[in-house]
Nanobody, 120 residues
Framework: QVQLVESGGGLVQPGESLRLSCAASGSFFSITAMSWYRQAPGKQREWVATIGSGGPTNYADSVRGRFVISGDSARATVYLQMNSLEPEDTAVYYC??????????????WGQGTQVTVSS
């Protein structure tokens, strides 16, 4: 049984920074990618950033240059450094792990989310 737990959310002012963490418990046969998503009130969940098992990263246009994703698939941990936060970044942030079981079947697991609020 895999469980992902996010932490690090909170209330900050515009321009400030936050660092989110996501730690997974349970065993993974093979992690293929770790990602962050977010969901603002009244909006659909949107993708924020991904780090592949080999280290390549990719970002949504809205956060590129301000957010940095990092992680260690061997330790099943992923981070999101968020700089120059804007009110539009206010959302519940979720981590997601894509992985495969021993038969190669793709699996996906989500954390419970952590609230980030950017307001003056």
């Amino acid at each position: 049984q895999v469980q992902l737990v996010e932490s690090g959310g909170g209330l900050v002012q515009p321009g400030e920074s936050l660092r989110l963490s996501c730690a997974a418990s349970g065993s993974f046969f093979s992690i293929t990618a770790m990602s962050w998503y977010r969901q603002a009130p009244g909006k659909q969940r949107e993708w924020v950033a991904t780090i592949g098992s080999g280290g390549p990263t990719n970002y949504a246009d809205s956060v590129r240059g301000r957010f940095v994703i990092s992680g260690d698939s061997a330790r099943a941990t992923v981070y999101l450094q968020m700089n120059s936060l804007e009110p539009e970044d206010t959302a519940v942030y979720y981590c997601n792990f894509r992985h495969r079981d021993y038969r190669g079947r793709p699996l996906s697991d989500w954390g419970q989310g952590t609230q980030v609020t950017v307001s003056s």
